[in-house]
């Protein structure tokens, strides 16, 4: 079951390269494997305990290895020196760049090779569509944006590449010539979400985007912003009936009405730095003997980052295009987003094959990840929002937001749909107008980052009820009990969610916990010269993209040892851990190996793709998917909280087959149950306890009995499993072992004994129907935060004297994250609210001046370390897990927000509130 250390697998081939992946731990040296995360060997038995961290040991001693980390030395069969590479960057985007000053890298200092536009062009590279502009500003044009690559120096020596790194960061390297301001680009995207209730709660939606799709101004026209107006110029029919029934609504919330309360309110939020622990880096090497492309890499996306590198070289000139490239991903020290379709990786691919034969290493000091990295969106956000006076109901909810995209578009037309969709919070709202679009600017790329537009907008419409509420004199808590959207309810988009919606248990366990029943008590009793005040928020996020993959293989062998391989990656959520967890509920015993950042372990399925699984039509699909090996796509990247709910699926549902194919008929042969014995179909009653299968009236049968009999008897030992889901799982059917069996996944192949695996044909397949593109989400998670605020009224200083958090995730793979995530997402709600914020333009990052000496994120100090309360919610019988990574960092920010309104009587529209904020407030 274990695999070679140099065990590199084939795994397709895009314009004439062979591509393949490994996990560091089947690249590394011996030594590494020590190193590698490893269940332990203990009898820990998860489908009991429900908890347990094979990951937990090498974190905390520091033996978890990471991109960073490696150098040319630890690979084998590499060279054993390391180069260097140095990416330049613009830090101005209103002159027009007219070189380097290279003079000033004399010496010793002189780099060994200078790449440019110019190098780049002459080799006839094709950018990957997603990262669309100039990887390097040519001579004579004015940077796209703030922070844009001009060059990309290699030096040979460590020592030299350290001391030019250090000349260079006083930004007059580069040089600049007239001035021209900023590039003007069109809008990344432009989107209308529309939705006009039925008359009755059970009646169909007058409209919505479910009914008539996602829909799009016909035209920009010559302004920044689109013309929103029903009959602008060229405007299409789809989009002129949403705007039609959008500027009725918007006439609702304009009308003198007596009976409705409007708020009509502005709230901009700021950029922020994911600000992982470990910046971007990572290791080339282009062997000119072998013409292969060997990389070192630490990303959420492998499949797509190796897709778009084999892109990108596939029409290179001689010798600049590798026969065949190799990709060994390392885990990642964080990522909440930003290191999925990074444009870095392109970078380490150039300098290999710009320096071929010798490894380089590309590497980001906080420096430069501060001026390269992706950031967070900055939205300016204008809402609406009508209540009935009497009946405390929202009627009508209108917003307009804009997105500051930076330079490139990444992922800002995602981010800005799942914005919009998310504006409406938990609430159940019957008319609702939310347009949104994504400017570029000179600022740096913005893209996808924990929240995903969500925190942003969410944070809004809880700060916007809470005025409302109070404004209405009724309890912020009842008054979200009111209007939360029921298990039934319908979204923005017009469709349900398929998930339990716990919103009322969430907002009941904030009523009653003690922060908010003593709210007034110790408000009145706040010590001379402070105010406290009591804030509450609730919010939901969805999970999950839309085009979500899910590959899984677990073995078992005859000793019963279990090894999983899973195509998600470690970012430090624990995936590992989940993944044994899971695989254990089906098995009875914990992994003897997981391997992550997989995809070629899963060859034997034979997959196929092609066309957008985004916007396929139904025919098309209903046309490919006659193939039984073909799949609207293959793998997808480690984001948007899927960790739990999609990585972990396909190897569960896998050891379901070893189960049901494997070990229940072992156990039949040992308990000698005959197969016409009615027992013989009551595998569900079976039970894991101890390690043991139990089945009452029986004797228990221990795992390794188990694994050894399905081996000799030659039943199913290995199963591997796809899945791909479009807000629900795809179906299929395969004939195994004389019936036809069903289960969420679209390919399978299985092996007996110690045999090969097969691939076995569907005999049946049902994909998501290609209309759920038009959801706007599903799957949610709920999550609700409280907190109370002390400020210290002299010095504006804000501490958080009390917080409780409630969340509901489903079924709990391994409570211990879960708690972990929440604490962090905890911390990172404070920091955005509080303290962390990043200027637009020249005094912004992308000058290349910021570092933590002026960036401010929540340190220990800013937090109730002892005061902090989370509470799960136990799970709904037979429920799934859930995402719940971003949720528990939403509600933070927006209760911070209500809890110094009700200290301060001040609100606050803009983040962050800092303390000079709320002292200048209070004077």
Wanted: charged share 20%.
């Amino acid at each position: 079951m274990q695999p070679s250390r140099r065990q590199f697998v084939k795994w397709a081939t895009a314009t004439g390269i062979t591509l393949s992946l490994s996990p560091m731990a089947t690249a590394a040296s011996v030594p590494f494997d020590a190193h590698e995360i490893l269940p332990g060997e203990g009898a820990f038995n998860p489908a009991v305990a429900g908890a347990g961290r094979i990951d937990g040991v090498a974190k905390v001693t520091g033996a978890k290895l990471y991109a960073s980390d490696f150098r040319a030395s630890d690979m084998p069969g590499w060279p054993a020196t390391t180069s260097h590479a140095l990416l330049v960057r613009a830090p101005d985007a209103t002159h027009v760049y007219i070189g380097m000053d290279l003079a000033r890298l004399s010496g010793s200092l002189k780099p060994s090779m200078v790449v440019t536009a110019a190098e780049i062009d002459s080799i006839g590279l094709t950018v990957p569509a997603f990262y669309a502009g100039d990887l390097f500003c040519p001579v004579g044009k004015t940077p796209l944006y703030l922070g844009q690559p001009v060059a990309l120096l290699i030096f040979e020596t460590f020592d030299a590449y350290d001391r030019a790194r250090l000349a260079l960061r006083d930004n007059t390297f580069v040089k600049f010539g007239e001035e021209t301001g900023p590039v003007s680009m069109p809008p990344f995207a432009a989107f209308r979400f529309t939705r006009v209730a039925g008359p009755a709660p059970d009646a169909p939606d007058v409209y919505s985007p479910i009914m008539a799709g996602w829909v799009s101004p016909g035209k920009i026209q010559n302004t920044e912003l689109p013309v929103w107006a029903p009959f602008a110029k060229e405007t299409t029919k789809p989009y002129g009936e949403a705007a039609r029934h959008g500027e009725a609504i918007r006439a609702e919330l304009s009308a003198d009405n007596p009976n409705m309360l409007v708020l009509d309110r502005q709230f901009d939020t700021q950029s922020i730095d994911p600000m992982f622990l470990e910046p971007e880096a990572g290791l080339g090497w282009y062997d000119t003997n072998s013409r292969q492309l060997e990389l070192v890499l630490g990303v959420q996306s492998p499949y797509d980052t190796t897709e778009s590198i084999a892109e990108l070289l596939g029409k290179a000139k001689a010798p600049f295009k590798p026969a065949g490239i190799h990709s060994n991903y390392a885990h990642m020290g964080g990522g909440f987003g930003g290191r999925d379709h990074t444009p870095f990786v392109l970078y380490i691919a150039l300098a290999a094959m710009f320096f071929p034969g010798r490894p380089v290493r590309l590497a980001h000091d906080r420096y430069q990840q501060f001026q390269g990295g992706i950031k967070r969106h900055a939205i300016k956000m204008h809402s609406r929002i009508g209540v009935d006076r009497k009946t405390g109901k929202i009627l009508a909810f209108a917003a307009d937001h804009v997105l500051d995209g930076g330079g490139l578009a990444n992922f800002s037309a995602s981010v800005a749909t799942v914005a919009a969709n998310a504006a409406l919070g938990i609430y159940d709202v019957p008319r609702a107008d939310v347009t949104t679009v994504a400017l570029h600017s000179r600022g740096v790329t913005a893209g996808s980052m924990r929240g995903y537009g969500t925190l942003q907008t969410m944070s809004a419409i809880e700060v916007l009820v809470d005025e409302a509420a109070v404004a209405l004199k009724l309890d912020p808590i009842d008054f979200r009990r009111r209007n939360a959207l029921k298990q039934d309810g319908r979204t923005l988009a017009g469709n349900r969610y398929i998930v339990s919606v716990r919103t009322p248990e969430i907002l009941d366990k904030l009523e009653r916990h003690t922060i908010w029943q003593t709210r007034a008590d110790q408000k009145s009793r706040a010590k001379p010269g402070f105010l406290v005040g009591t804030g509450v928020a609730c919010a939901t996020k969805d999970y999950g993209t839309g085009a979500d993959c899910s590959n899984g293989r677990v073995e078992l062998g005859p000793d019963g040892r279990i090894a999983i391989w899973n195509d998600h990656t470690e970012m430090g959520t624990g995936v590992s851990t989940a993944l044994a967890n899971r695989v254990a509920l089906h098995l009875g015993g914990i992994s003897d190996q997981v391997a992550v950042a997989q995809v070629g372990a899963f060859d034997a399925l034979g997959m196929i793709t092609s066309g957008d699984s985004y916007a396929m039509d139904q025919k098309t699909q209903d046309s490919l998917e006659k193939n039984p090996r073909w799949v609207p796509a293959i793998s997808s990247a480690t984001s948007a909280s899927i960790g739990a709910h999609v990585g972990t699926h396909a190897p569960a549902e896998a050891a379901k087959v070893i189960f049901q194919f494997g070990l229940w008929p072992a156990a039949l042969l040992l308990w000698k149950i005959a197969p016409t014995d009615p027992r013989a179909k009551e595998f569900a009653k079976a039970q894991w306890k101890n390690g043991e299968l139990t089945m009452a009236g029986l004797a228990p049968l221990p795992l390794k009995m188990l694994a050894a009999t399905a081996h000799a008897r030659g039943l199913v030992t290995g199963a591997v499993a796809h899945s791909f889901s479009r807000w629900e799982w795809s179906r299929a059917r395969f004939l195994l072992s004389g019936v036809q069996y069903r289960a969420e996944i679209d390919a399978l192949a299985v092996r007996r004994g110690n045999g090969p695996f097969q691939r076995l044909d569907r005999v049946s397949v049902k994909f998501p129907p290609t209309d759920n593109n038009r959801i706007g989400t599903s799957y949610t998670s709920m999550c609700g935060t409280a907190v109370r605020v002390e400020i210290e009224k002299a010095t504006g200083i804000l501490k958080i004297a009390k917080a409780y958090s409630v969340l509901e995730c489903g079924q709990a793979l391994v409570p211990d994250l879960v708690l972990g995530q929440a604490q962090g997402g905890f911390a990172m709600g404070v920091g955005y609210a509080l303290l962390e914020s990043l200027p637009p333009f020249e005094g912004g990052p992308g000058n290349g001046q910021w570092n933590l000496d002026r960036y401010l994120i929540a340190r220990g100090s800013d937090l109730p370390l002892h005061d902090l309360e989370i509470e799960m919610l136990p799970p709904l019988p037979d429920e799934k897990p859930k995402g719940i990574a971003e949720v528990v960092m939403i509600p933070v920010v927006p209760a911070l927000l209500n809890a110094i309104h009700d200290a301060t009587g001040r609100r606050f529209q803009s983040l962050p509130v800092t303390q000079s904020l709320l002292k200048g407030a209070l004077a």
